[in-house]
């Protein structure tokens, strides 16, 4: 019977395992990659837990910790740093509920470890409080991660109910521990225990609801960008409505000017309504709407309208529909933002104004490059440093910033050109 409980605890282990990789990493695999991984990881955790008594529980821990590593890598295809990452998380985790169950069990309750170790019951108890405490853990990342790519407007919000939860959470707790401290050998031990167990389900049921409500406050971000998406869109159509409506008005008017052999009239008016029709073109509609992300979406119609306003000749390619950006959209919309300000202005300075943005996505990279014209010449390497600026002293900080966030990323590669008037910054993202 217990041969049979530790299997199925340490199945379970290995379940807690990979949830923790998915909540540091939030990559997306097969169902039946998941179930592979858990099968071959359970299947090695147990072979090592019955060699236990013939190497030993120290050198069993050592061995697990580069097998997970391995597991993770070969099955479910993480980097490697990822997976040692990963490994060292979970031991940390498990040493924390360790020290929990340890605290409860035996300092609290006076239970030899002898007896934990040996009774199904007391046993039960002890691994509750240790995979409690893990997934408690694994939790707390998962809010931490979701609070980081809301805006401050959400951020706000949710960290006042957050605070104010916890601080519930806490005081219901305090209390709990205090009655059990001061009942111990008064009220039937059992009943004791089977309130431990109460209050650890009460502090993962109060976290579970903490994440899932930080969940529904991004979804509720992510489906206000959805409306801008939306609006601006509306916008284009009615746009390009009015450009239809008016395009007969438009032919007569120049048959007027003709009339009257009026050419410097015809020329402005020809101007004023060439320019309409390009900040129109459809071909730069198509392959706006082919980015799903709306933050990239808004940011780059934004600063195209921009630079279109400056007199700048906009080019925009995007191959495949973007729907995942691989990185914080925070920081790859500071980053493009940098990128999209330095090139506008550049190009506006420049004899030659033109300003290039593409985009492409096959499945396992995302890469974005922004092209414009400058004028002069630039060192590649010296504008990397801190502080220097072609525009003069004291305003060369902005890729100093963006490198910096950049180097947060290790699937993030960046290259930068410059050659025959051209300047590009180019971002290679592996998904």
Same mark, same amino acid.
């Given at each position: ?9 340490? $199945? ?26 858990i ?7 147990n072979v ?7 190497? +030993? ?14 597991? &993770?890598?070969?099955?479910?295809? &993480?980097?490697? &740093? ?8 979970y ?15 035996? /300092? ?9 170790n040996?009774?199904?019951?007391? %046993? ?10 893990v997934? !408690? ?9 979701? $609070?980081?790519?809301? $805006? ?11 605070s ?6 806490f ?42 409500n ?35 008005? $438009? ?14 009239g ?5 101007? *004023?309504?060439?320019?309409?029709? /390009?900040?129109?073109?459809? %071909? ?17 119609? #934004? ?22 950006? +691989? ?10 933002? #940098? ?24 499945? *396992? ?12 010449y ?9 502080g ?7 305003? +060369? ?7 910096? !966030? &950049? ?7 960046h #290259? ?16």
């Amino acid at each position: 019977m217990m041969i049979l409980y530790k299997i199925f605890v340490n $199945t379970i282990g290995m379940v807690v395992f990979a949830y923790l990789a998915q909540a540091l990493y939030s990559f997306q695999r097969d169902r039946k990659i998941h179930v592979k991984f858990i099968v071959l990881a359970s299947l090695g955790a147990n072979v090592l837990y019955f060699l236990d008594k013939y190497i +030993g529980m120290g050198l069993r821990a050592l061995i697990l910790l580069p097998v997970m590593t391995f597991m &993770l890598y070969y099955i479910l295809k &993480l980097s490697i &740093l990822q997976s040692i990452v990963v490994s060292i998380t979970y031991a940390i985790a498990l040493a924390v509920g360790d020290l929990s169950a340890v605290f409860v069990m035996v /300092k609290i309750y006076g239970y030899p470890l002898q007896s934990i170790n040996s009774q199904i019951s007391l %046993s039960l108890i002890s691994e509750l409080i240790i995979y409690g405490t893990v997934v !408690i853990i694994i939790l707390l990342i998962r809010f931490i991660k979701q $609070t980081q790519e809301m $805006t401050d407007k959400y951020k706000r919000g949710n960290s006042i109910r957050t605070s104010l939860y916890m601080l519930a959470t806490f005081i219901v707790i305090t209390v709990n521990y205090a009655m059990y401290i001061k009942f111990i050998g008064v009220v039937d031990q059992s009943i004791i225990l089977m309130n431990v167990v109460i209050m650890w389900l009460y502090l993962i049921l109060s976290l579970y609801i903490n994440f899932t409500n930080s969940a529904l406050a991004l979804k509720e971000q992510q489906y206000d960008q959805q409306q801008d998406y939306i609006r601006t869109i509306d916008s284009l159509i009615n746009d390009f409505r009015r450009l239809k409506h008016s395009y007969s008005n $438009t032919i007569y008017s120049f048959y007027g000017y003709i009339q009257k052999g009026d050419l410097e009239g015809l020329k402005a008016y020809y101007a *004023e309504v060439a320019n309409e029709a /390009k900040r129109m073109d459809s %071909s730069l509609l198509l392959s706006l709407q082919r980015i799903k992300v709306y933050a990239v979406f808004g940011l780059l119609w #934004n600063k195209i309208n921009e630079a279109e306003g400056r007199g700048i000749d906009v080019g925009v390619r995007v191959i495949n529909e973007i729907r995942e950006a +691989g990185m914080k959209l925070t920081d790859l919309c500071e980053v493009l933002g #940098n990128y999209l300000d330095n090139a506008i202005d550049a190009a506006a300075a420049s004899d030659i104004k033109k300003m290039n943005i593409n985009l492409a996505d096959d499945e *396992e990279y995302l890469t974005i490059s922004i092209e414009n014209t400058y004028d002069g010449y630039v060192d590649v390497k010296e504008i990397q440093k801190k502080g220097y600026s072609t525009k003069g002293n004291g305003r +060369g900080f902005g890729l100093t910033i963006t490198n910096q !966030i &950049l180097s947060k990323y290790e699937n993030v590669l960046h #290259n930068t050109f410059a050659e025959d008037g051209l300047f590009k910054q180019e971002l290679v993202i592996k998904k």
